[in-house]
């Protein structure tokens, strides 16, 4: 069995922040939805951020883990 990663998947309080920060990093597109943004580099997604309201980073290393 082939296991291939097509995307890595982040929740974020706000969509543009996130998805602006890692479109200024890696390049490409970015696809809007008002639930998600999908980064694309090279025509494959890359990054999809997903809203997630009330979402807290985590506070490393002490802090409550949201895993």
């Known amino acids: 069995m082939n296991i291939t990663l097509s995307a890595v998947l982040?929740?974020?309080a706000q969509l543009e922040p996130e998805s602006a920060f890692w479109h200024q990093?890696?390049?490409g597109s970015i696809a809007r939805?008002?639930?998600h943004h999908f980064?694309?580099?090279?025509?494959?997604?890359?990054i999809v951020i997903?809203?997630?309201?009330?979402?807290?980073?985590?506070q490393w290393?002490?802090?409550?883990?949201q895993q």
């Open 33 to 35: 939805t008002q639930t």
């Open 61 to 65: 290393p002490d802090g409550r883990s």
């Open 39 to 46: 980064l694309r580099v090279d025509g494959f997604p890359a």
């Open 25 to 27: 990093f890696l390049g």
């Open 10 to 12: 982040l929740e974020a």
């Open 50 to 58: 997903q809203l997630a309201p009330g979402h807290l980073p985590p």
